[in-house]
């Protein structure tokens, strides 16, 4: 029943200073100048075990933020997310210091090639025993094009058409090529791998073209634990059709709980068991012994705070230059190639510069929560059982103080609550979220490009499979959608 949910938890991180909490790198207990130190990761690991974290969620960009006064001026000055640093580089260290602690990288689809993607990350899947996930983005941001050598950002729907590509191409890698029972290991027939259970991929798409034999063995889990943030249609239709997590903006509660019905009814349309998707909303939160003394803590981080540094990445996420607004001008809705869910709060709503700076007076856009543990835990439960979420993606302020603050004020009273868990379970990162195993579920489209043993019919079906146009493919899963509903 929804008010016994367990809370999930991910600290959400970056490979770099400035993250969403923009300017507290100034503040003099800030560790994250430190970013590009290996015991800076492998401490937070530690720290986040001992506070049975579910995750560290780690966010990248390919591209910088120069939409703002059309220059990276100020973002150099604040370390607006540059420098930033490759995030799948840190995961080796911090696995090899924890036990239990899951790993969601982001990586931007774009500018990847799907087989050495793909091998990276069956490769961190057996490092960690199992606790790789990765976060599906398609980017944003026109820097990002530039950078890598395209003509600019290619329309937000065709992003979506060639993520849809390169993930199935993905799932032909780690769930295709390789039979389950293929690696023997026997010493004394000097057989290492059975050369029958393992077949060539043959992939002729729109985008992608791939033949041959995926060159890691299976993983513990096979396909990563997938997370993904798409709000707008196709965005979600994406979503709903491959994550496992899925994350949401949001301050209201009633626009939160909208959100995630839609979500699980597509999810649900789409053939899939709508509770098997984990649903997490972003939140800032600053805490310590006492409310006044939370409120004190905070007064004290408004201080090195940088608001208009929150006004400058923002203004890349929807793609508008804010700085030629005046303060208390309302600021129009136009469409661009960014993030649609972000962009659209201009047409809902009159929102002014004023508006975003007081939003942003921790320097991030963030939903704020402030007070002793009792207080925080009890906001956080209420959102919980209000909304149908199921988990929180915790942003830093002051490195790592937040953190410890947060372990040592609100975990033990969500425990107390019933609310949290006081031990890990054992198992891989999906099997902890989603209590169904190692692998995705039969429902789940994966499903139609594992390798199949059961007839030569399947056998060769699947080949046939292998080839499909895209428009073909979505016939396939048509049906398989009606058969669930059947």
Not at 187 to 197: A, S
Not at 229 to 243: E, I
Request: charged share 20%.
């Amino acid at each position: 029943m929804t008010q016994h949910k367990k809370i999930l938890l991910n600290a959400f991180d970056m490979n770099s200073v400035g993250h969403i909490n923009h300017g507290l790198w100034t503040h003099p207990r800030d560790q994250s100048h430190r970013f590009d130190e290996l015991s800076y990761w492998t401490d937070l690991a530690k720290t986040l075990e001992a506070g049975l974290f579910d995750g560290l969620f780690i966010a990248d960009i390919t591209g910088v933020y120069d939409v703002y006064q059309n220059n990276i001026e100020l973002t150099l000055k604040e370390s607006i997310q540059l420098p930033s640093h490759d995030p799948s580089t840190l995961v080796s260290a911090m696995a090899a210091v924890t036990q239990h602690l899951g790993f969601g990288i982001t990586v931007n689809l774009s500018y990847e090639s799907p087989y050495q993607f793909a091998r990276r990350f069956a490769s961190l899947d057996h490092l960690t025993q199992g606790r790789i996930g990765w976060n599906i983005v398609t980017g944003y941001l026109d820097s990002a094009e530039r950078l890598i050598g395209q003509q600019g950002l290619k329309d937000h729907d065709l992003r979506y058409e060639q993520a849809e590509e390169f993930v199935e191409l993905c799932y032909k890698f780690w769930e295709g090529s390789w039979e389950n029972d293929a690696v023997l290991k026997d010493k004394t027939q000097r057989i290492f791998t059975d050369p029958k259970k393992v077949h060539p991929i043959q992939h002729q798409g729109r985008f992608y073209q791939s033949q041959g034999v995926f060159q890691v063995s299976p993983s513990p889990q096979r396909t990563p634990v997938l997370f993904q943030a798409g709000a707008s249609p196709k965005g979600l239709s994406f979503a709903t059709h491959h994550a496992e997590g899925i994350f949401i903006g949001g301050d209201q509660p009633e626009k939160i709980k909208k959100q995630v019905d839609q979500i699980r009814a597509l999810a649900q349309a789409q053939g899939r068991n709508p509770e098997d998707i984990k649903i997490f909303v972003g939140i800032t939160v600053v805490t310590a012994e006492t409310d006044q003394l939370a409120q004190d803590k905070l007064a004290e981080y408004q201080a090195y705070a940088s608001p208009e540094a929150g006004l400058a990445h923002y203004s890349s996420s929807v793609g508008i230059d804010l700085s030629k607004f005046s303060d208390d001008e309302a600021i129009p809705y136009q469409k661009t190639n960014s993030i649609a869910s972000v962009n659209n709060k201009f047409k809902e709503q009159s929102i002014t510069v004023n508006d975003l700076k007081a939003q942003h007076s921790l320097g991030g856009r963030y939903p704020l929560i402030v007070g002793s543990g009792t207080t925080v835990a009890e906001k956080l439960i209420q959102l919980i059982d209000e909304t149908g979420i199921d988990g929180f993606n915790l942003t830093r302020t002051v490195a790592p103080e937040s953190h410890h603050d947060f372990i040592r004020w609100v975990i033990p009273e969500l425990q107390q609550r019933g609310r949290y868990k006081t031990a890990y379970e054992h198992g891989t990162l999906r099997h902890k979220l989603i209590q169904h195993g190692d692998h995705l579920a039969v429902e789940h489209p994966v499903n139609h490009f594992r390798y199949q043993t059961s007839s030569h019919e399947t056998e060769s079906s699947l080949n046939t499979d292998v080839t499909l146009q895209q428009d073909e493919h979505q016939k396939i899963q048509t049906q398989h959608s009606e058969k669930q509903f059947a």
